[in-house]
């Protein structure tokens, strides 16, 4: 609770939450109240401009309401991200438990494959992982997830590395405590706020990772929409509806900076030493 | 410090060797066919392209083709694209150099706003402006690359007709340099954007963490002036993180070349790279995969060196 009244004090991380909040809540409640249907064609209403023909955000290129697509394809992100945080929280947290914990070979194994893996430029990882699977949500998720779970690894890692050596830790290794127990009672609980931060900022990151997958087209597949794909189509259209590119980008900005925001807000709330430090 | 030299060439052996086993693998596992572009050609048999796998050394075993391929790295014969049968080595320094001006230009870019935007704020710290490139910086993270783009090309080239929508100079024209730089002008910007924000928020806390030493407040009790703290003890002393940031950039600069040139058809390395992946030209991607990765390692290698010449407690010879 006190975390949370201090993450309110951070006027930004404050916005953030509320832009996230808002998001969230818009794109859940709003769909059934709108008349239209994403994947309805409507050829005599194209290019429609914002706030005309009875479309709050215009048509697209066959005629489908832009804020409806707009809306579900927000949502896809939002779960998108989501789920990839959960699944690379978890991986990060046993691996990078695991090697802080036990050091020595299983420590520099992980870390030399660590290494390589952040040699492989982003996109290529994403992209070729992406040919593996059937294109859509689960695939990408899980292309995300096996990019982003090295950074909660590393995390983790040095955390527990840092308390393992901690008089509590010595005390109840002493009392002849389990691995396991020390890892899951000891450890984990006292470096869940540094989890917590680096997994809302990998919410974010997933979001970005989509969009840019989708966007070069392996990622979600038409008609579905998605953010990404709604900007690779919007591309051909710039002269007659520039709209189309800068919305879905206004959406996807929204969702990353507010997640951003309350990211980096996180960090000072959690741990208020190294927020005077930054 | 021979022995950590050789322990960090052992290291970056192993790396890359895991590197190109793991791409290796990716890409021959993944689903398409190098073949694909042969078989819809009218009249092709089954024999015909038979005779191609086996020329395209295609019909071996997996572990043996990748042996033969490393073979041929380490004495420099890449192979040949299977698109236009160049030597791989020819292909990717014909498109190198584009890359290399746009990303220079953009670090450059990035590294000089960047850098300024840092110091500025740090040394003005919870000011107005300080707050707003903060914010601006999270913002300028938090969008990709390719809306930017989008929005650049649809305002200065489409709107307003100032500026090339993409390509590196205008189809037929002669060369000339005002036409390339326009050019340049767009995707070099849109490139450098990301990059500026991780310069400015890196900066601003490394000069920060400085500002907090005691021995600032040294330099400032012995009445030095501002300048010259400012100048002698902060920066030199910031200078150390900035060296770092600058050597992991490098990667990241590459991977946001690939789609920057993308959008702006910009005849580079990463769209080279996207169409190899697209067409399964198997020899040019692992050619520009090992590329960029000794790139990579190269780049934390002179960051090392270059924390040496920096900070004469790593130097040679201490302890």
């Given amino acids: ?278 | 410090m021979t022995e950590t030299f050789v322990s960090r060439l052992v290291r970056m052996v192993v790396t890359l060797a895991i590197v190109s086993v793991t791409g290796f693998l990716l890409l021959h596992l993944a689903p398409g066919d190098p073949l694909a572009q042969f078989a819809l050609s009218p009249g092709m048999t089954a024999t015909q392209l038979g005779v191609i796998r086996h020329q395209m050394g295609l019909d071996v075993p997996l572990p043996l083709q990748y042996l033969i391929w490393v073979k041929g790295l380490l004495v420099g014969d890449w192979g040949r694209s299977f698109r236009d049968h160049q030597p791989v080595l020819t292909v990717i320094f014909g498109h190198l150099g584009a890359t290399l001006e746009l990303a220079g230009t953009a670090s450059l870019l990035a590294t000089w706003v960047g850098a300024s935007m840092g110091m500025y704020g740090a040394f003005r710290q919870g000011s107005r402006t300080d707050t707003l490139m903060t914010v601006l910086s999270v913002v300028l993270l938090s969008i990709p690359t390719f809306w930017f783009g989008l929005v650049f090309i649809s305002l200065f080239s489409v709107r307003l007709g100032w500026l090339p929508s993409g390509n590196i100079h205008a189809v037929g024209g002669a060369f000339s340099l005002g036409d390339y730089l326009r050019h340049l002008l767009l995707p070099a910007v849109v490139l450098a954007l990301g990059s500026t924000a991780i310069w400015s928020r890196y900066t601003r806390n490394a000069v920060a963490e400085v500002l907090g030493q005691d021995y600032i407040r040294t330099a400032r009790a012995k009445g030095l002036s501002p300048r010259r703290i400012r100048y002698r003890h902060v920066l030199r002393n910031a200078l150390l993180p900035m060296i770092t940031l600058a050597g992991l950039q490098l990667p990241t600069l590459l991977s946001g070349a690939l789609v920057t040139e993308t959008v702006f058809t910009w005849p580079g390395i990463g769209r080279l790279f996207l169409d190899s992946l697209e067409y399964r030209d198997y020899p040019v991607a692992m050619g520009i995969l090992m590329f960029s990765a000794v790139l990579a390692t190269f780049g934390s290698i002179v960051t090392d060196a270059l924390y040496a010449v920096a900070d004469p407690r790593l130097r040679a010879g201490r302890q």
């Fill in chain 1, 1 to 278: 609770m006190h975390t949370f009244r201090r993450l309110m004090k951070i006027r930004t991380a404050s916005a953030g939450l509320v832009m996230v909040a808002v998001l969230a809540v818009a794109c859940t409640l709003l769909p059934p109240l709108l008349p239209y249907d994403p994947l309805e064609i409507d050829l005599h209403h194209r290019f429609l401009p914002p706030l005309s023909g009875g479309h709050v955000l215009g048509t697209d290129e066959i005629g489908r309401d832009t804020l409806v697509r707009l809306l579900a394809g927000a949502r896809t992100s939002l779960l998108i991200g989501l789920s990839a945080m959960v699944l690379s929280t978890v991986t990060g947290c046993l691996t990078g438990g695991l090697t802080g914990f036990h050091g020595g070979w299983t420590r520099r194994v992980l870390m030399r494959i660590v290494d390589s893996v952040l040699c492989f430029p982003t996109i290529f990882l994403l992209l070729t992982l992406a040919s593996f699977g059937q294109p859509g949500a689960p695939t990408i998720v899980g292309i995300v997830s096996l990019v982003a779970w090295m950074e909660v690894s590393r995390v983790v890692d040095g955390q527990v590395r840092a308390l393992r050596g901690r008089e509590f830790v010595i005390a109840v290794e002493a009392m002849g405590a389990s691995g396991v127990h020390m890892l899951l009672r000891e450890l984990l609980p006292n470096i869940t706020g540094a989890i917590i931060v680096v997994s809302t900022l990998n919410v974010a990151r997933a979001i970005l990772m989509e969009a840019y997958v989708s966007y070069l087209g392996n990622g979600i597949q038409p008609p579905q929409p998605s953010l990404g794909a709604m900007l690779n189509d919007a591309q051909e259209y710039l002269r007659p509806d520039p709209w189309l590119a800068i919305l879905p980008g206004l959406v996807i900005a929204i969702a990353v900076i507010g997640l951003n925001f309350v990211g980096d807000g996180l960090r000072l709330a959690v741990d208020p030493r190294q927020g005077r430090r930054a």
